[in-house]
Nanobody, 118 residues
């Protein structure tokens, strides 16, 4: 079971980035997928989540209207489109899937650094 992320980088305030996470080793379309982020000195927080079918999506209040989560079940990939980025969006972003009941079943990507700075 593996999650491999790509797409982070440095962007100016107001800019955009798109993160991707390719999954392997489980039935991708059966599981809710999430994006989390962790800024320096802060706890990891949930940014967005999407149901297995892609029908249901949830967002943190801080990113509503700016970020969009989506998935391509044919390619076992989940995306996070980030627009109108702000310096406070600077963090390491992690892709996540929980394969069973409880945090011991959490699988995490390697993390992608997103830095928003002029």
């Amino acid at each position: 079971v593996q999650l491999v992320e790509s797409g982070g980088g440095l962007v100016q305030p107001g800019g955009s980035l798109r993160l991707s996470c390719v999954a392997s080793g489980f039935t991708f379309s059966s599981f809710l997928m999430s994006w989390y982020r962790q800024a320096p000195g802060k706890e990891r927080e949930l940014v967005a989540a999407i149901s297995g079918s892609g029908t249901n999506k949830n967002y943190a209040d801080s990113v509503k209207g700016r970020f969009t989560i989506s998935r391509d079940n044919a390619k076992n990939t989940v995306f996070l489109q980030m627009n109108s980025l702000k310096p406070e969006d600077t963090a390491v972003y992690y892709c996540n899937v929980r394969l069973g009941l409880g945090s011991k079943y959490d699988i995490w990507g390697q993390g992608s650094q997103v830095t928003v700075s002029s």
